[in-house]
């Protein structure tokens, strides 16, 4: 298991120092500047390689940028709509030029509009820690009462609807405003720029978009690209919905072993993977993740390991980033799982033996709190997660229980 870093690049609070502190051996990066559709050019991705290699003082780091996250799909070719063929066109051109600059591992997402949803981004632990929080009751305040989304308070059962109104009677505007805020920040590009006229535009553009239409989307965007990455030797890899239920009435089709599965089969070539997010496909109980890393894991190109406590026992429900071993998935089992499958490629001489993951997320602690951080990426609290991952790893690859993984 390689251990990685996600930074934002320059302007990150997370610094090349701290990476190098924190013992990382690789880094996980994108070029979050550029927008979807164009080409990533070779002297923009050296330009960040370059930022990755130095220290603050100007030595060199030693850290290399090998897996991008995220090369991202562009809403046009999510909904076969505009210039949806220039975009796929441009996604082969930076594939070819991240291949050029010697990266091999390419992470994207296909959720459409949102890239994750949160309704509380400092939500207190009784310890003092903080992290991200999905309450439902909230979101569908959001969804009915502040977006007034035409059908939303239908997508709801009954009982959530009346909670919610009930809930937001009794906001103040300032809450209001912040449970807007924290929905929207996972709207690429939207925190402080779009209006809700604004998001409401951008969710029709999917009206008459089915789950199986965005489904079959995605299976022609991966029979474009896929093969060019076969082709260069690069893997691949769809980081699931976050959370995995639909929202906003948006279709949702990378939620569960099922969809992996289908994309999976119908592109049946090895460059085409899987991002197994265990805080992702953890926010749902149908969810099994030593399972899915054991029957997919010849395909799993990257690794995201954290943890979520669910707030309830339903399918849809609440829950709240929770310490990386202290949640509802069984962190021990699933780096176990990872392991076995380590094991595997290596008697069959796979290059790729070693599977690159991050201490995904974290909770905010101790100076965490007084550092300016993206949501969910503290300093302190990801450093504690792979301490945590790095533990399991140690013991499970310790000569007296290596035979038992």
Known sequence: MRQTWRWFGPKDTVSTDDMMQAGVEA???ALHHMPP???????????RQAEIGKMADGSASGLNW??????PVSEDIKRQSGEWRDHIAAYKE???NLKLCGIDVVCYNFMPVLDWTRTDLSYRLPNGATCMRFDLIDFAAFDIHILNRPGAAQSFAAEVAQAAEERFAKMCDATRSQLTHNVVSGLPGAVGTMSMDDVRAHLGRYDGISADQLRANQVDFLAEVAPVAQDLGMRLCCHPDDPPFSLLGLPRVV???ADYRHFLDAVDLPANGVTLCSGSLGASPINDLPGMMDRLGDRVHFLHLRNVHLESDAEIGSFHEAEHLGGGTDMVALVAAVLREEKKRRAAGRSDASIPFRPDHGQDLLDDHTRKVQPGYPAIGRLKGLAE???????????EFEAAV
């Open 27 to 29: 880094v996980v990066s």
């Open 37 to 47: 559709g164009q080409v990533w050019g070779v002297e923009k991705i050296k330009q």
């Open 389 to 399: 991952l790095r533990g399991i790893m140690t013991t499970l690859q310790h000569a």
């Open 255 to 257: 939620s569960c072993e």
């Open 66 to 71: 090998e897996v991008v996250e995220s090369l």
């Open 94 to 96: 930076s594939l070819k």
